[in-house]
């Protein structure tokens, strides 16, 4: 059983500051990539961030240089340094890791969503 729970969402003014985390806890026996999507009302699941274990990045163009993904290898935990929010930014923001269980079965988990809201 592996989860991923996430937290850090909230109401924020436009340039505005939020940080998420993203805690793995369960059967992992090793983290792969992991990452940050969201998804706005209406609109498609779009990725965010995404970290590999090495610590390259890799962000969608409208967060560039606003957001920073980072992680801390030792506690199974990825985060996201979001600065000079948008209101185009409100969407729910799902964490997401690509693992290894225990039973050596590799797969793709995904947190519960954290609500992220940008508005004046």
């Known amino acids: 059983q592996v989860q991923l729970v996430e937290s850090g969402g909230g109401l924020v003014q436009p340039g505005g500051s939020l940080r998420l985390s993203c805690a793995a806890s369960?059967?992992?026996?090793?983290?792969?990539?992991m990452g940050w999507y969201r998804q706005a009302p209406g609109k498609q699941r779009e990725m965010v961030a995404t970290?590999?274990?090495?610590?390259?990045?890799n962000y969608v163009d409208s967060v560039k240089g606003r957001f920073t993904i980072s992680r801390d290898n030792a506690k199974n935990t990825v985060y996201l340094q979001m600065n000079s929010l948008k209101p185009e930014d409100t969407a729910i923001y799902y964490c997401?890791?690509?693992?290894?269980?225990?039973?050596?079965?590799?797969?793709?988990?995904w947190g519960q969503g954290t609500q992220v809201t940008v508005s004046s």
């Open positions: 369960g059967s992992i026996f090793t983290i792969y990539a």
């Open positions: 970290i590999a274990t090495a610590g390259s990045t």
């Open positions: 997401n890791a690509d693992l290894m269980v225990v039973a050596r079965i590799r797969g793709d988990y």
